[in-house]
């Protein structure tokens, strides 16, 4: 059977594949000849009366081997399969658009592999966050993996956050569906939540997925426009954020400063800034050790 049409040229790489063949035909040959003498020599130990020789089979087995590879090479060429891997450094971001016409923005320190095919197109973000704005195609699910979790997108905009705790799935546009899989136990499975715009959840490593949560959509895209916002966020979840963006260190001294409620809009590119403004507006003393670490303690200050 052909598997291409009778004026169709044959594909350079299939030319290559061939030639590959021809030149391991000798190795196959020698290491075949040698296990036919291993194997007559046992066969004949066990069984006196003649037998068929491998040898007239020898050259079945080799061109189902070459057949074996052909066809697994067409398919991966026929697939389009064009994996494809990206990332940023901390505090640096990057908005790449995909063959389908899909953006995919990378925030601060993010890792993800993007592999497109004729019947998918499938996102694994390994580490940080990334805002994904879908170009809808029926045959060709969108589907984002993130640690033991899979989001399908059903035409929308959303934000994935992947951190050591937790993955965050939040939308902006649309709808998705996020369901948790592979789980350690399977008591702790849970029905695939169908989120809609102003919707989240987050999961755990642990199968752990959250009811559906109203989130503030101005806070949590506020990144793609180079800020930071807190509404009455605790200082030590804050600092963990500030974290992701600097590769600068604040080291909070005082535990009981950790539970601090703090509120307001920072500059993505004046984080150093911060441990000032802190002192300014809190019962804070922020001593910079050198600089780039910074240790933040109580004032003593009334």
Do not use: C
């Not at 899909?102 to 497109?116: A, G, H, Y």
């Amino acid at each position: 059977m052909s598997l291409q049409g009778k004026d169709d040229p044959i594909p350079s790489a299939f030319q290559e594949v061939w030639k590959d063949l021809d030149a391991t035909r000798p190795l196959l040959s020698k290491e075949l000849e040698a296990a036919e003498v291993y194997w007559d020599t046992q066969t004949r130990r066990s069984h006196p009366a003649p037998i068929t020789r491998w040898s007239s089979v020898m050259p079945m087995a080799m061109g189902a081997v070459a057949a074996v590879m052909v066809m697994s090479i067409w398919w991966w060429f026929a697939m389009g399969v064009t994996p494809s891997q990206y990332h940023t450094a901390k505090g640096e971001q990057q908005t790449i658009t995909l063959n389908d016409g899909s953006t995919v923005m990378l925030n601060t320190n993010t890792k993800l592999s993007v592999r497109l095919s004729d019947h998918e197109r499938l996102i694994e973000l390994e580490q940080g966050e990334a805002w994904f704005r879908v170009t809808h195609d029926s045959n060709r699910p969108f589907q984002v993996e993130a640690g033991n979790g899979r989001i399908v997108d059903l035409g929308t905009q959303f934000i994935v956050k992947k951190t050591i705790e937790k993955v965050d799935v939040s939308v902006l546009e649309g709808r998705v569906e996020v369901d948790v899989t592979d789980l350690p136990n399977s008591s702790l499975s849970a029905s695939p939540r169908m989120l809609q715009k102003g919707d989240q959840v987050w999961y755990t490593s642990k199968g752990h997925l959250s009811a559906i949560e109203s989130f503030n959509e101005q806070a949590a895209s506020a990144w793609r426009e180079g800020k930071l916002i807190f509404h009455a966020k605790p200082l030590d979840e804050v600092l963990k954020e500030l974290a992701r963006y600097t590769t600068g260190k604040i080291e909070l001294l005082d535990p009981t400063l950790a539970e601090l409620p703090i509120s307001g809009i920072f500059n993505i590119q004046d984080l150093e800034s911060f441990p000032q403004a802190l002192q300014e507006a809190f019962p804070i003393k922020a001593t910079p050790l050198n600089p780039t670490h910074v240790v933040l303690e109580r004032s003593t200050k009334s």
